[in-house]
């Protein structure tokens, strides 16, 4: 087994960041500790889930040699009835299995039993589904994990489907989604810390990383970002992005998700760090990188011939997503001399009676576009498909005869919005509908000029970005050359030996020299 590294500490705290936090702690009333009056802890209980209309509780007595009352507190929604009779209720309470020194830890046969020993530690195990038992006579509490599984099955992703490649994928339960990642990496290396955030939500987020291979830099900053966090509740890991993210103004996403176990397994052992959150199926990876929104789980699965011809062809169908309609119209509103006489000729005729000049052709059929788009997503799925590809149909053909746009027009918009479904980040694919309105209106006022200075403008924006640390347009800038056999093309998969520089700092080799089997020589026959 890999020899375990030592994590380098985290950053001591400001001189104000300890007084705020010393000030905060003084403030902050201590919590009531659990009375050994039965009847003094469940009235304070009864008050705390008054008007709780799913949360219950059972009385019964444990028959020991001096009996003692007790209540079971427990919220209805989640309970598992059958573990909670066969492993609570039945014990404590059959006189056949109780011995006069038993002690009530012993009877309980539940997997997981926790000390509790203050009214708020208490309320939190109710709400988080556990059972909570009092003992009159005892000032400690006893939550027991007898929540019932009521998540969906483990099922193959719907957003980021490969053709080949695992089919299950994250679900809205946090430890079955840390159990997948498990699955995919048995070592005592792979690390989990579960975190509470949100005052009145008390969302349970898991932060995982593999010990010796991630950037010890970049964990104490997640978890720096993290412990900074104070709001009412986290219903979804989009919150989450948007309050650790780096740079909030930006349209480009910095932090990526992934539904996959496989492909959050894969950025687990390049050095990244997984942020889960329960009750949603998405995953954050941080850092990332624009690159690593144009890669597919299923380049890895391939032989390396056919994963670089389409990640070469992403790339090319990316620029095409972004300023295929602008360079449309920067061509045949200022720049004829550049298209062929004989097209030329061709696409007057076809903007012959076309009442509007190429922006306001392109910008109604865009607008459309995304519209019929929009409305496939919000829909029912069957009716949502057909709405979308009948109605793109149906609109473009009305459009072209009624003679508002082009038929050039039309295939131009179509291609684009081709073009943006091969982008395999959802959230890179809607940061370039966005700005592909902003080309197509800098196209209309200049031309190419525009098209340059919007790139330019770009093309400083995206070096200026950081995602916790790690430079945006990583390896292009800096130029990392070693890093390169996984960008635009995928070397063969013997070749990738070291793992992302710009990501792991330490324990960079990932495989040895000469792993792959070389085929043996052909013996010679005698004759």
Not at 161 to 181: C, H, K
Not at 338 to 343: A, F
Not at 372 to 380: D, F, K, M, Q
Request: overall charge negative.
């Amino acid at each position: 087994m890999e020899e375990c590294k030592m994590v380098k500490p985290r950053k001591p705290l400001k001189l104000w960041e300890k007084k705020a936090r010393e000030l905060e702690q003084e403030n902050s009333p201590e919590p009531q500790a659990i009375s050994d009056d039965l009847h003094t802890s469940s009235a304070i209980l009864d008050d705390i889930f008054r008007d709780c209309a799913d949360v219950g509780n059972r009385d019964f007595l444990i028959p020991l040699s001096a009996p003692r009352p007790a209540r079971l507190y427990l919220l209805k929604g989640m309970m598992d009835k059958d573990m909670i009779n066969e492993s609570v209720i039945d014990p404590l309470t059959d006189p056949q299995r109780i011995r006069p020194e038993s002690e009530i830890t012993d009877l309980i046969s539940a997997h997981k039993l926790t000390p509790v020993e203050d009214f708020e530690q208490a309320t939190k195990s109710i709400l988080n589904g556990e059972a909570l038992l009092l003992v009159h006579g005892s000032a400690t509490a006893w939550a027991i994990n007898t929540r019932a599984a009521q998540t969906r099955g483990v099922d193959e992703p719907e957003t980021q489907s490969v053709v080949r490649g695992p089919r299950d994928g994250f679900i809205e339960d946090l430890e079955t989604n840390i159990a997948l990642v498990r699955k995919r990496l048995k070592t005592p290396l792979l690390k989990s810390t579960i975190i509470s955030i949100g005052t009145m939500s008390q969302t349970q987020i898991a932060v995982l990383h593999i010990d010796s291979v991630a950037n010890p830099k970049v964990l104490d900053e997640v978890h720096a970002r993290l412990d900074k966090i104070d709001i009412d509740g986290i219903v979804d890991s989009g919150q989450l992005e948007q309050l650790i993210e780096d740079n909030a103004i930006t349209p480009f996403p910095q932090i990526a998700n992934t539904e996959r176990p496989d492909g959050a397994a894969a950025a687990l052992l390049d050095g990244r760090v997984a942020i889960m959150t329960d009750n949603t199926p998405f995953v954050l990876i941080v850092p990332t990188v624009l690159t690593d929104m144009l890669q597919s789980s299923e380049d890895y699965y391939e032989r390396f011939h056919f994963a670089t011809a389409i990640r070469a062809m992403r790339y090319v169908l990316f620029a095409l997503a972004l300023l295929g309609p602008a360079l449309y119209i920067a061509i045949t509103t200022f720049h004829h001399e550049l298209i062929p006489t004989l097209l030329l000729i061709r696409l007057i005729g076809t903007r012959a009676g076309i009442p509007f000049p190429a922006i306001v052709e392109a910008l109604m059929m865009e607008l459309a576009f995304e519209a019929l788009r929009e409305a496939g997503v919000r829909l029912p799925k069957p009716v949502g498909q057909a709405v979308s590809i009948v109605g793109a149909l149906v609109i473009g053909q009305a459009a072209v005869q009624a003679g508002l746009v082009s038929p050039i027009m039309v295939i131009v918009v179509a291609g684009t919005g081709i073009a943006s479904f091969t982008v395999p980040g959802f959230n890179l694919a809607i940061s370039v509908r966005l700005l592909r309105f902003v080309f197509m209106l800098l196209a209309a006022g200049m031309g190419l000029y525009g098209i340059n200075l919007g790139l330019s403008i770009l093309l400083f924006h995206l070096v200026s970005l950081r995602s916790f640390g790690v430079p945006y347009l990583a390896p292009l800038a800096p130029i990392t050359i070693g890093d390169w056999k996984d960008m635009i093309i995928r070397a063969p998969t013997w070749w990738l030996q070291a793992r992302p520089t710009f990501v792991a700092k330490e324990n960079i080799h990932r495989q040895k020299k000469g792993a792959r089997s070389v085929q043996p020589p052909v013996e010679e026959k005698d004759e």
